[in-house]
C-alpha cells in the first residue's frame, strides 16, 4: 500500500522506484497542448473544453482566492498559496516531479490538466498508438479507478470535508468529458476515410 504523500504526486508514483534519468521507454509529460491537437476537436468531443470549463481548468487560479489566502495562514504558511508546493502538490499537474520526466514544460496556469488522471502521454499520445486500445493501455494511458481522484481528493486537502467525504459517482459526473458515442472506438476508421475523400477532390 502506497502512503497518500506518495500517491499526492498522482501518476507520477509510477516513477518513485524509477532511476532517477528517464529512459528513452519512460513516458513523460507532455502538456495539456500537446493532447488538444487531437482532443480539441468536435469529432472527439473536444475534451479540452470541457475541461477547461470545469473544476480542474482553474485550480491555480483558486489558490489566489481570499479562503486559499486563510488556509495557507492557518498552516502557517507564507507568501501566496499560488508558489507554496503545500498547495501546488495538489493544485497543478506534475509539481515538484522530477525536471527529467517533464518533456515540454507545463505551464500552471493549466491546473489539474488530463495527465494527471491518464499518466504522462509522452508515449500514447501518437495516432498510431491511440488508434488501438491494447496499444495505448501497454504504452501506460491509465486505466481509470477511484484511487487516481483519491490522490488529491482526501484528508490532506484544506477544504476536505470528512462529512461529505468523496461521492465517486456524483465527481464523474461532474466532470463527465466522454467521447460522442457515435463516433466512440471509431475515430482514426473516420479521420482516414475523411483524408481519402479529400484526396479525391
Ligand atoms: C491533498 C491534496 C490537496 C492539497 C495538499 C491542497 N488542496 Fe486545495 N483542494 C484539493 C481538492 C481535491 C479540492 C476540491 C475539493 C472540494 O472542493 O470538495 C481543493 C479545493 C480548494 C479550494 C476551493 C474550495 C474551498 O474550500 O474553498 C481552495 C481555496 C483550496 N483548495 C486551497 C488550498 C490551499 C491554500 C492549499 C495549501 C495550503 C491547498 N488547497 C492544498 C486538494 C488539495
Ligand atoms: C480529474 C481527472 C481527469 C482529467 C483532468 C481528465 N480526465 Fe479524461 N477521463 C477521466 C476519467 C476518470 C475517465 C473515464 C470516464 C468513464 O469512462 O467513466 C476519462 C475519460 C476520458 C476519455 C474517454 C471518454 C469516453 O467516452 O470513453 C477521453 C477521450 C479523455 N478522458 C480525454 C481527456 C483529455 C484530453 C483530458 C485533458 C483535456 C482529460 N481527459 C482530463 C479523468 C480525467
Ligand atoms: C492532481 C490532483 C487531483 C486529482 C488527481 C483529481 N482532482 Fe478533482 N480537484 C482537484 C482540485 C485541486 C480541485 C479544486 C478545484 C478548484 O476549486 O479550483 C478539484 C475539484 C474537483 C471537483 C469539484 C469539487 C467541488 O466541490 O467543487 C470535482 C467534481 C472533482 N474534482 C472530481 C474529480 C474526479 C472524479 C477525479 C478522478 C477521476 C479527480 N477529481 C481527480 C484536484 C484533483
Ligand atoms: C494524434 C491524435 C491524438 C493525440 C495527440 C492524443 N490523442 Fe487521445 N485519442 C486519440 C484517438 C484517435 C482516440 C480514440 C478515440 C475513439 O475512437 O474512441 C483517443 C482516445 C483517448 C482516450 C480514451 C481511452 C479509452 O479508454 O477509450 C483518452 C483517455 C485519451 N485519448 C487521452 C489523451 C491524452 C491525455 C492525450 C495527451 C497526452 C492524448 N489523448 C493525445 C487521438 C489522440
Known sequence: MLSRSALIVGVAMMFAAAPLVASAKENTFVGVEKCGRCHKKELYGDQVSVWRK?????????????????????????????????????HVTAHGVDSRLIKYELDPADGVQCESCHGPGSNYRKR???????????????????EVCTACHNDESPSWDPEVGFDYEEAMERIAHPTPPDVRGRISEIEKENEKENEKD
Not at 70 to 90: H, K, V
Open 128 to 146: 498510431s498508438i491511440m488508434s488501438d486500445k491494447d496499444k495505448f493501455v501497454a504504452k501506460g494511458l491509465v486505466s481509470q479507478t477511484e
Open 54 to 90: 470545469g473544476p480542474h481548468g482553474k485550480t491555480l487560479e483558486t489558490l489566489g482566492s481570499e479562503k486559499a489566502a486563510e488556509y495557507a495562514r492557518e498552516r502557517g504558511i507564507s507568501g501566496s498559496p499560488q508558489q507554496a508546493d503545500e498547495c501546488l502538490q495538489c
